[in-house]
């Protein structure tokens, strides 16, 4: 939290956040200040998150070391820039269609 409130002074924006690992795997948490155990059941700690006023985010929903995530997330995921075919091989056919929001460039 310290970087957060010295962000401005960089200008920079801090957002206060955190990986926790869940019994599914993995789930970034933004807008939280409050520490969220590890190993709760995946529904559990996004319930956490959303009750400290933060969201949830799956940093990684292709890695098949981390599959566990992926039957809870309901929209299609957006591979990130980083994402590539030899590490992720449903990424480059997992993009979403139409309006929905992405967090890579075309």
């Known amino acids: 939290l ?3 409130e ?9 957002i206060p956040g955190m990986e926790i690992t869940t019994a599914a795997g ?3 948490a933004l807008g939280v200040d409050e520490l969220i155990p590890a190993n709760l059941p995946f529904e559990e700690t996004l ?3 959303h009750a400290g006023g933060g969201i949830a ?11 566990g995530v992926a ?9 990130s820039k980083c994402t590539t075919p030899a590490s992720s091989p449903a990424a ?3 993009r979403p269609s139409g309006s929905l929001p992405s ?3 075309p």
């Open 71 to 79: 039957p809870h997330i309901s929209p299609a995921p957006t591979p």
């Open 103 to 105: 967090t890579t460039s």
């Open 26 to 28: 993995h789930v970034l």
């Open 57 to 67: 985010v799956v940093p990684h929903p292709f890695q098949s070391s981390r599959h």
């Open 47 to 49: 319930d956490r998150i």
């Open 6 to 14: 010295m962000a401005p002074d960089y200008g920079l924006v801090g």
């Open 2 to 4: 310290d970087a957060v």
């Open 92 to 94: 480059p056919t997992a």
